[in-house]
């Protein structure tokens, strides 16, 4: 599974929300920061967006969910008190392993750490992967790009993403935006015209087929079937809100059926907003971390269901820092846990938030789930804990950050492993 998005000047994690920008301000203010800071912070802020605002994104958390409740659920049953990592699971039960594959297949290449600086498209073709056996789905189609240079490359979610977000960079802050390479941050660009050349000079037009289709399950798919409906006649679009208009009047296809995009979208953000409060049941903090997560759905389901052009306004404004569509993002939802370069750590409170937002759990979340997964010991939340009262850092937070549950004050990850009731288990 994609753990992050692509880095150049930044990268969001999925899943977890948390961003990490490239730039050394200690002042993350968005009234405060230089343009071409704000530039930066923006872009990885529309990957927030994407992770809960869209089908594809809820559906990555709750892929990440079901693991880590099913890795858990399955050590509780083990014989001895040691778990031994990386864990692997050995069934599909509950279709963990089947959810697990289709994302990855699904999210396609990042061209590498730091992309690919050109490519031009020679051809692209449709694939079918073979899924493990399952009763519900056998294969799944994916999108394969030859480049003249000689790349092949895997056409997925992680382009579409990367490229709107490089769109909206261009729309919002057409003067401070820095190029960046190829792939996969104009691939969606590349894609578009090499089945309706020129398609993509109008910008609103491509930025409203890349958010549509992470509508659907696997977005790569949709985006070059529409795109080649509109090469063979077979579909027309005078605007981009008739982009949206499309969309909402079909049935959204999913791995599991089909059904109408917003009730399709509407049934499975109930459940994810379940999965995340699942996380964290600590009366002390949840309340706060509980109200956050409400709001992170409410704000997404109003825009999909009262205002799906809300995007399209918000690209339209040129200027971040007077744009208010993004400005009431910021004020309704706050920010997830943001990073900078010289590992401080910062989040904006939503407004009338007054017990402000737990948002670093998401951090030791992420941290364990890697545990169970990668086998990595290490707790990267050391410069966090360092700046924070009452918490103490030691030598266990590089290697065996579960140990530290006998502290006083129990630092996020300790007090995590205590709450899942793992205390008494041994890691090795």
Request: glycine share 4%; aromatic share 14%; hydrophobic share 35%.
């Amino acid at each position: 599974m994609s753990r992050k998005l692509h880095s150049v000047l930044g990268y969001y994690v999925p899943a977890f929300f948390e961003m990490h920008i490239d730039i050394d301000s200690a002042d993350m203010n968005i009234n405060n920061l230089s343009y071409a800071d704000l530039t930066v912070l923006f872009h990885e802020y529309i990957h927030f967006l994407q992770d809960i605002s869209t089908y594809y994104g809820l559906n990555h958390i709750f892929v990440y969910s079901e693991y880590i409740h099913s890795i858990i659920n399955s050590i509780y049953h083990y014989d001895k008190n040691i778990i031994i990592v990386p864990i692997d699971l050995t069934d599909n039960k509950d279709n963990v392993l089947l959810n697990q594959q289709i994302d990855k297949l699904s999210v396609g290449d990042g061209g590498g750490e730091y992309g690919i600086s050109e490519f031009t498209i020679a051809d692209i073709q449709e694939e079918i992967d073979f899924l493990i056996d399952n009763p519900d789905i056998e294969t799944i189609p994916t999108v394969i790009i030859n480049s003249k240079e000689g790349d092949t490359i895997t056409f997925g979610a992680l382009a579409i993403a990367e490229s709107m977000a490089y769109l909206m960079e261009q729309c919002c802050s057409p003067n401070d935006y820095k190029k960046s390479p190829d792939y996969p941050y104009i691939a969606a660009n590349k894609v578009a015209d090499y089945y309706v050349p020129g398609f993509s000079n109008n910008k609103l037009m491509l930025l409203a087929l890349c958010d549509a289709v992470q509508m659907c399950s696997i977005p790569s798919i949709c985006f070059i079937r529409i795109m080649k409906g509109i090469r063979d006649g077979k579909l027309c679009f005078n605007s981009p809100e008739e982009i949206y208009d499309h969309f909402y009047r079909q049935e959204a296809t999913t791995v599991y059926g089909s059904s109408n995009l917003l009730s399709s979208f509407h049934k499975l953000q109930t459940c994810v907003r379940q999965q995340l409060k699942s996380y964290l049941r600590i009366e002390s903090v949840a309340d706060s971390y509980y109200e956050w997560i409400d709001r992170l759905f409410d704000f997404a389901w109003n825009w999909r269901k009262n205002d799906k052009y809300f995007l399209l306004k918000m690209a339209q404004h040129n200027n971040l820092k007077t744009n208010e569509y993004f400005r009431s993002c910021i004020n309704a939802i706050g920010t997830p846990l943001m990073r900078n370069n010289n590992g401080q750590y910062f989040k904006i409170v939503p407004h009338g938030m007054k017990d402000g937002i737990n948002v670093e759990f998401f951090k030791p979340f992420a941290q364990i789930e890697q545990l169970f997964s990668e086998g990595k010991k290490i707790c990267e939340m050391y410069e966090w804990c360092c700046n924070s009262p009452n918490i103490t850092t030691s030598v266990l937070c590089k290697t065996a950050p579960w140990k530290k549950i006998t502290e006083n004050e129990l630092c996020p990850y300790a007090l995590l492993w205590k709450h899942w009731n793992l205390s008494k288990y041994e890691v090795f």
